[in-house]
């Protein structure tokens, strides 16, 4: 009985060591077929690092083609000015003031008016306009151009009798100031700055009786300083 027993006992530890060898031995098997498959996943991984590490080359644009400069733009010659097409004392070139068929002028007003007279120093000088083109001016006719222009008229209404000038505070005009309207080498009559004085334009009224009759103030008279 005894020994029935231990033989009994003796394959079941048999049986026992021989399952726990042929355990051992299969997970032996897959741990080893593990590290390999760890050993590839690491080598992998290292491999895949030392290419990311690498700087990635970057193309070249192709080099832009020079531009050439602009070429200047050619001017047409400017023709040399005629000496003698100059104005004569500085007078800038004109039409005659009272044009033959101008219905405001009588004969003698017109050829007053466009003639003139050298000896006419003393009055008409003052308030007619220049002598005939090429004739010499006289000593007030001088001092009339040669005084700088203040403003211009820039518009006359007839119908109201309204002067408008290019100008008003920025050349210091002010209301009840007195200039004279200068047109060529005379001086054409006489206005008083109105009330209405803006920056860069005022309003003028004609000094009653200081233009010759049938004579009108126009766009671009001069005005002046000038004291008789």
């Known amino acids: ?42 080598a992998r991984m290292e491999e895949m690092a030392k ?5 990635t080359p970057v193309p070249t644009p192709p080099a832009a083609a ?24 500085g007078i800038p070139a004109a039409p005659p ?9 009588l004969e003698e007003e017109r050829e007053v008016l466009n003639l003139g007279a050298a000896d006419r120093v003393a009055t008409d000088s003052l308030t007619l306009p220049a002598a005939l083109e090429g004739k010499a001016l006289t000593r007030v006719q001088q001092r009339i151009v040669a005084l700088p222009a203040i403003a211009r008229v820039k518009l006359f209404a007839e119908k109201e009798g309204m002067i408008v000038l290019n100008s008003g505070s920025n050349v210091g005009l002010r209301a009840g100031s007195q200039y004279s309207l200068r ?13 209405t004085v803006n920056p860069t334009e005022c ?26």
């Open 97 to 105: 003031l009272a044009a033959a068929n101008d219905p405001r002028m």
């Open 183 to 195: 047109r060529k080498s005379a001086v054409i009559g006489k206005i008083r700055i109105s009330d």
């Open 1 to 42: 009985m005894k020994l029935t027993q231990f033989a009994l006992s003796s394959v079941i530890v048999l049986l026992a060591v021989a399952a726990y060898l042929t355990l051992k031995s299969d997970l032996d098997s897959r741990l080893v077929a593990q590290n390999a498959i760890n050993d590839k996943m690491i």
């Open 203 to 228: 309003v003028a009224d004609l000094v009653p009786g200081s233009m010759p009759v049938g004579m009108l103030p126009a766009v671009d008279d001069d005005v002046i300083q000038f004291e008789e």
């Open 66 to 89: 020079p531009v050439p400069p602009a070429a200047a733009p050619v001017l047409p010659p400017v023709p040399p000015r005629d000496p003698a097409a100059a104005p004569a004392s």
């Open 51 to 55: 290419k990311s590490a690498q700087p």
